[in-house]
T-cell receptor, first 110, second 114 residues
């Protein structure tokens, strides 16, 4: 069965610092991979997705993620954190259905 | 344009009551999904419709959970004889069609069973 692991349920970074949110998947067949962001009392919003082709994908709000098959990882990064990035982030894998990680809460310290 | 809407946004039910949660997908979206998100967890798949056909209900936790989409647009998730463990946020998502298409999520319904 597919599973998605997000290391670190809470991550704090200073404003302007690098953001790194980790995601690993388990699958015998590489799935399609997604990152979603969830602001309080709102639905999930797609940040970016990897399907095929280039392994470095760029998303909205300056985020990007790199698919590394050898590491079964799809970590999310942003070079410089902004206060508005504070939210819950979910990694998800799609095989026959969506499997979500448990989420990482990002805090940005001014 | 209008996104996915869900109603009610908040629902408090006494244990044993039946509840019905509504989802209005984006117009023209073929696929509709229901997820359950427990506190501190990621969304977990419940069920999936393609138009009016329920193609996958493997995630429904018990036979107290029932979903329908009779005309291929609005969907209702019904929970009978609610239990405390049913307390969660119920998310609905729609996508244009099957396959690797973006799922657009609604804001969710927060169900609290007392």
């Amino acid at each position: 069965a597919q599973s998605v692991t997000q290391l670190g349920s809470h991550v704090s970074v200073s404003e302007g610092a690098l953001v790194l949110l980790r995601c690993n998947y388990s699958s015998s067949v590489p799935p399609y991979l997604f990152w979603y962001v969830q602001y309080p009392n709102q639905g999930l919003q797609l940040l970016l997705k990897y399907t095929t082709g280039a392994t470095l994908v760029k998303g909205i709000n300056g985020f990007e993620a790199e698919f590394k098959k050898s590491e079964t990882s799809f970590h999310l990064t942003k070079p410089s954190a902004h206060m508005s990035d504070a939210a819950e982030y979910f990694c998800a894998a799609l095989t026959n259905q969506f499997y979500f990680g448990t989420g990482t809460s990002l805090t940005v310290i001014p | 344009g209008a996104g996915v809407s869900q109603s009610p946004r908040y629902k408090v039910a006494k244990r044993g009551q039946d509840v019905a949660l509504r989802c209005d997908p984006i117009s023209g979206h073929v696929s509709l999904f229901w997820y359950q998100q427990a506190l501190g967890q990621g969304p977990e798949f419940l069920t999936y419709f393609q138009n009016e056909a329920q193609l996958d209900k493997s995630g429904l936790p018990s036979d107290r959970f029932f979903a329908e989409r009779p005309e291929g647009s609005v969907s209702t998730l019904k929970i009978q004889r609610t239990q405390q463990e049913d307390s969660a946020v119920y998310l609905c998502a729609s996508s244009l069609r099957d396959g690797v298409y973006e799922q657009y999520f609604g804001p969710g319904t927060r169900l609290t069973v007392t």
